[in-house]
């Protein structure tokens, strides 16, 4: 039972990472689940190995600290869907435990004499590691990032909303276990509990398949939007179409009011999954309201509309930071889900491109 469990995630986690790689992988956010993904493969693959060849060893699979870097992977998909840069050096920080559970490890394959005498100590400090560094991590993630949290993609939000809670539960478990004493530290543990907590890491890549399978569908979207913002000459059309039921010139300049609030405030442009839809939810009234604002009282399409607060975005990261940041990863903090929509609007608007705008800062 456990080696069909194990090699079903192996298999659902290969199939995401095809995903993962087709949906695009520019974003320090999109590397960052990449990398995971690959992690939880090893992770995975490894459970199953030494399962299979080494059953009456059962330590080594035991034993392993691959739990200690679930958090930290938790916590660097969170700032970079916040937009924060990722230094070497933060990263070994929180790299850190997981070395010394790795250092820790390999002495209790290789010492057996380590291993009569402090087996139970060396699983009760792992497994009471492996829960507080998922719940500080977990909690950090969920709750210490709230304001910033409204400028990102809603499905990266709901993304690592789903993940911390995934990791409240794993680190939560792991204290009545470690705490009550429930885990035998001198042999395996029970398939209960082996079932609960694969589940738990099948889970993670579920909902990373399902923010890929959105993904997809969102770049189907940006196809649409390159013909739609191309077609200006329909603008007329419609604006002329609408005038016939168009709201009173003080509705719609209330309408553009709250539309500045959100866009100065909130930043909703920086949503790569914002839509016309979602806009109207926003702002809450109606769909075809949003629509008559943009092409009756303001002159402009959504995409048109959207994308030159997003390029100005892009424009004051690059003025702020001109050499640490790359082209795609600007597009994604600007709000933009495709690279050519994003150098073909800044290009329209600035009358260059994000490269040569660097450069004219650098010069």
Known sequence: MSALLLAFIIVFTLLTISLHYTAGNKTPFEKILFLYLCYVLFHVSYAL????????????DGAVPFGLFYGPFFYFAWRA?????????????????????CVAYIIM??????????????YGVLYSSVAISMFFYALKGMFGGARESKAISGD?????????MILLIIALFFFVQTYTRLIPWTRSISSWTFFFMYTLIFSSVLIVFRYNIKRLRIRRVGAMELSAASDNSDSGERSRLYKKSALSEKVLAEYEKKLEILMLEEKVYLKTDLSLEGLAAELKIPKHHVTQLFNVHIGKNF????????????????????????IDELAFLSGFNSKVSFNRYFKKQMDCTPSEFRERLQG
């Open 49 to 60: 190995f030494t399962r299979h060849y080494f059953a009456d060893k059962r330590y080594i």
């Open 81 to 101: 869907s916040q937009g924060k840069v990722l230094s070497n050096m933060m990263i070994w920080l929180h790299s850190v435990p997981f070395l010394l559970g």
């Open 109 to 122: 394959l290789c010492s057996s004499s380590f291993r009569q005498d402090y087996t139970r100590l060396y």
């Open 156 to 164: 990266a939000r709901r993304l690592i909303g789903i993940a911390g």
């Open 303 to 326: 995409y048109q509309y959207i994308n030159e607060y997003r390029v100005d975005h892009a424009c004051g990261l690059l003025q702020s930071e001109p050499k640490n940041i790359k």
